[in-house]
Nanobody, 124 residues
Framework: QVQLVESGGGLVQAGGSLRLSCAASGRTFGIYAMGWFRQAPGKDREFVSTISGSGRTTYVADPMKGRFTISRDNAKNTVYLQMNSLKPEDTAVYIC?????????????????WGQGTQVTVSS
């Protein structure tokens, strides 16, 4: 019953920044753990970041640590992914996911709802 819609993707130069948004439907956004994953052509889906329902706990995958930051605004039913110092290898479709959970979740199989994704392309 949760609909997720990503936005904010686009084309950016290497070293630049983008902020992705994921807007969720429903009245109980604050009790859902949220995650970001990415998938490049010919590659497996890769964990990017996750945040607990309260926003107090976050995890960022090692390749993106120090460059990406996840946050959420429960009043707006929205989770964000701030991406700085982007590299060409960050090029992928970025996908938002949700699961009702007290804790943050890093494993794709545990998520119940998925968005359609937004394309991020980083040029050299």
């Amino acid at each position: 019953q949760v609909q997720l819609v990503e936005s904010g993707g686009g084309l950016v130069q290497a070293g630049g920044s983008l902020r992705l948004s994921c807007a969720a439907s429903g009245r109980t956004f604050g009790i859902y753990a949220m995650g970001w994953f990415r998938q490049a052509p010919g590659k497996d889906r890769e964990f990017v970041s996750t945040i607990s329902g309260s926003g107090r706990t976050t995890y960022v995958a090692d390749p993106m640590k120090g460059r990406f930051t996840i946050s959420r605004d429960n009043a707006k039913n929205t989770v964000y992914l701030q991406m700085n110092s982007l590299k060409p290898e960050d090029t992928a479709v970025y996908i938002c996911a949700a699961r009702q959970s007290v804790v943050a979740i890093t494993t794709p199989r545990q998520y119940d709802y998925w968005g359609q994704g937004t394309q991020v392309t980083v040029s050299s």
